[in-house]
Every structure is written in C-alpha cells, then in structure tokens.
C-alpha cells in the first residue's frame, strides 16, 4: 500500500462544499497531471474549460437537473472531446483529415482520451485533499451547453467535474465483487455463477443502503438498474453529435 493507492481506494463521490474558490496553482497543478495522462496515439483529442462565471454554473447547475454542488463549489470543470484542434490542422497541413475526424474510431479516441484525462485530474484533486464529483447531468441539453461555452463544431462536451473543499464526507459505496468485474483469459461462461454473483452483490447494496438510510431505503442493485435502463433518457445524442459535424462512419 501507498499512498497513491490509497488515495484511488478512498474515493468517494462528495457533493457538499465550502463557499472557497481553488487557488490558479491547484487548477494548474489538476489540469497538468490531466494532461499526464496516456493519449492514443499522441492524438491528444480533448479539451477542458473551467467554469469560475457565477451565471453560468447557475445555468449548468440547471441543466443537470438542479445540482446545487454545479453551481457551489471549488471549481467547475467541463471535459469535451475534441476533434475542432484536428480540423484546423488538417487545413494548416493542407490535408483532408475529415474522413477520419468523422470515423467512430477517432470519435471513441477523443472519448476515452477526455476520460483518462478527467480521472488522472480527479485522482490528482483528492491527493490535495479536495473532494470531486463527476456531472454527467451536463449532457441532459448539450445544445445550451454548447451556447453557454461557446464550443465549435467537432467539440462535444462529455461531462463535468465539480471539486472543493468538501464539508461533508459519504460513505464508499461497495463496488461489484472483483470476481464478477476481472474475468482471466476469457469472459465468464458459466450463466449460472455469474448471476449468482450479481445475487450476493445486490444483498450487499441491499444492506448498505439499509444501513445508510436508517431503513429507508433497501432496493438491489439490479432492481435499481432495470428501473434506470427502463427509462430512455438523452435519446437525442446521435442527431447532436452528427450536427456537430462529426457523422460516424
């Protein structure tokens, strides 16, 4: 064990923050270990844009459905993919990069290269003892979120991360049994162990929300996902990201 372990095993979502802004030194130090993260093919396919404007938290705070901690934090940082950079060097190159900015594969670089970054930034954030919580919220109307940034075509912004000065601290929530997450040399194949598995799982989340609640609240974890798959929700995503010219091929 050591500490960057420990750090990662300790997090938690946390959404209670005091009225205290990050200094420019902890944004740059958060923002210089996100860019320390791996990138496919040295592609570098995101951007961040740090939000410090009261008005327009207050509106993403909104958009993600009323979050108080969007709007009452450290700082508010929004992760986008980013193939916009790509197109101007394609034109300063005099090269036509646009049938590979607009293929799945480079999309799904600019996806996972944005995530990457974002979780080296969260790591780095509660090594300093700050608390984070990612905003997926953010993408329930990309349309105003892309007016509020201002964001060119080929720039989808992904998610947020809000981070400060927690006041509050949750519990950990249990994660899915290792066993049931790390399979060796091929995917599971016995249905019936597998399903066992989720069964132990949602007696756990069964207890912990129990617990947590004082009796409130007991559902399983697989009631809790049937119930969220049942409903559709930002079903809107392919015709946004084809309008931002990026039409997957």
Not at 74 to 88: E, K, M, P
Not at 176 to 199: F, T
Not at 209 to 233: F, V
Request: hydrophobic share 35%.
């Amino acid at each position: 064990m050591n500490e960057v372990i420990e750090t990662i095993l300790n997090h938690r979502s946390l959404r209670h923050f005091e009225d205290k802004q990050l200094t420019d030194e902890q944004i740059k130090k958060i923002i210089t270990c996100a860019q320390s993260a791996a990138t496919s093919s040295f592609i570098q396919a995101y951007s961040i844009i740090g939000v410090k404007d009261k008005e327009k938290k207050k509106k993403l705070a909104e958009i993600a459905g009323n979050q108080e901690y969007v709007e009452k934090n450290g700082h508010f940082f929004v992760f986008c993919a980013d193939l916009y950079r790509h197109t101007i060097i394609g034109e300063q190159e005099h090269i036509n990069v646009a049938p590979s900015i607009e293929s799945t594969e480079k999309f799904m670089v600019a996806l996972i290269d944005a995530s990457l970054a974002a979780q080296n930034a969260a790591i780095a954030a509660e090594s300093m003892g700050l608390g984070i919580c990612y905003i997926g919220g953010i993408r329930n109307n990309l349309e105003e979120v892309k007016k509020i940034l201002k964001t060119p075509e080929r720039v989808i912004p992904l998610f947020g991360l809000a981070v400060g000065f927690p006041t509050k601290l949750n519990e950990k929530k249990p994660r899915l049994p290792y066993e049931h997450v790390y399979h060796e040399d091929e995917y599971e194949q016995d249905m019936g162990v597998y399903v066992s598995q989720l069964q132990k799982y949602d007696t756990l989340i069964s207890s912990y929300y129990d617990e947590r609640t004082g009796g409130k609240r007991n559902d399983r974890w697989t009631e809790q996902m049937a119930i969220m798959l049942d409903r559709k929700s930002r079903m809107y995503m392919k015709e946004f990201i084809q309008k931002n010219k990026l039409d997957l091929h």
